[in-house]
């Protein structure tokens, strides 16, 4: 029988560990993270899901929300995965939740969600209640319906304008629940106590009319004033539309509702993005995202569209240190030159993570799109060490439209982003794709 020998057992044992070197050293920060789903990539496989919110409990684990059929019915969706990207089983039917409001109103979907410090989601929901309205549901951590919520883990509705473009929920520190929605007037927002009751301390009966319309998403800062980024071209929801570069505002409000005048002009600041997603920064200083022009072609050729950033001071100026003059600017070239940024992140280091939609447009309308990214510094300017010179591009799904709704930071720096992919009016699919941060 032939033997190994010492000297070939020690020579294998040292090509095992070049192999592993060598396959680390090869993964770099903006790849897909081989250990999460498949290849990087959880996805559906209903044919009617999609994913507008993510976040991350303290356990790692995932929480998606948007929208799904049901029984041949629209509901509000949740899912939870674990941290390998697999159906947690222990939440909801097999780790995926479908919920309708009580009385079976009808429901539009969640556009957004945060989770509570006692580990309870908090989602905003569109609902067919009372036409366009908005409402919020609170959901225990094994995935049910929390009852002491509202009317049974739901909250009264609240008219609105068209919210299929969704819109933002934020929680305050004291158990308060803001959330605001509307495409166009009314736009509104709203705040519930920590039972789901209108809080009658905030607006007029618990409800603001907002300066701006199209609200994308919103951000309390620790003296409790309220910052809401609006922007007509809003976050893709429900349907996809091509990006569009027209500017947003975003508006201050104090903690009882009324405009913070000593904000901006009035309360409102311009973005010349169209700003589709908003975060506050540790230091307060504020950061919008979303599309704008990213390149001048020639006349009779359509300009390039591409991901923008726009960082403000905390009254509201623009802070000239950040990118040019306030502002960074991506084009993700002449093969995706109708893109979009909807969601934005800051790592622990500072830097920011933009998502959206890398696209194509023919005549009008997108022919196809992927997943999007890209990646800054502190100071704005791109970071040429992650993905493909500070950009990545996703194909979830070949041929379809598909863009990132949201993203999330994990603890350990991996990137979480979720969104949707539509290859017809009626059929879409949930994903959600992680990758390296380094």
Known sequence: MHRI???QRVSLFVLAILLCVSTQAAAKAGDLDPKFGTKGIFSTTTDRATANGVAIQSDGKIVVAGINVANSNFADLLIRL??????????????????????????????????QSDGKIVAGAATEEQGNSVAVA??????????????????????????????????????????????????????????GQLDTYFGTGGVVNLQNPGPTQMAVQSDGKILVASGAAGRL???PQPPADQAGTIARYNSNGTPDKTFGASGVAASVASASALLLQSDGKIVVAGAITSKLNAPQTASDIGFGLVRYNSDGSIDTKFGTGG???????????????????????????????????KSGSLSSSSFGLSRYTSAGKLDTTFGSHGRVITTVASGQVSWVSALAIQSDGKIVAAGTSQFDVEFTNAYVARYLAQ
Request: net charge negative; aromatic share 8%.
């Open 138 to 195: 609170r959901v225990n951590t094994d995935g049910s319906l929390d009852t002491s919520f509202g009317n049974g883990g739901f909250t009264t509705a609240v008219s609105a304008g068209s919210i299929f473009f969704g819109g933002g929920l934020a929680l305050q520190t004291d158990g308060k629940i803001l959330v605001a929605a509307g495409f166009g007037n009314p736009s509104i927002m709203a705040r519930f106590t920590s039972d």
């Open 82 to 115: 674990n941290t390998d990207g697999t159906l947690d089983t222990s939440f909801g039917s097999g780790g995926i939740d479908n919920l309708v409001p009580p009385g079976n109103q009808g429901a539009e979907g969640f556009f957004a969600l945060a989770i």
């Open 327 to 361: 502002v960074a600017i991506t084009d993700f070239g002449s093969n995706a030159p109708d893109s979009g940024d909807f969601a934005v992140a800051i790592q622990s280091n500072g830097d920011i993570v933009a998502a959206g939609a890398a696209a194509v447009e």
């Open 5 to 7: 020998t010492i000297s």
């Open 237 to 239: 929801v429900l349907a």
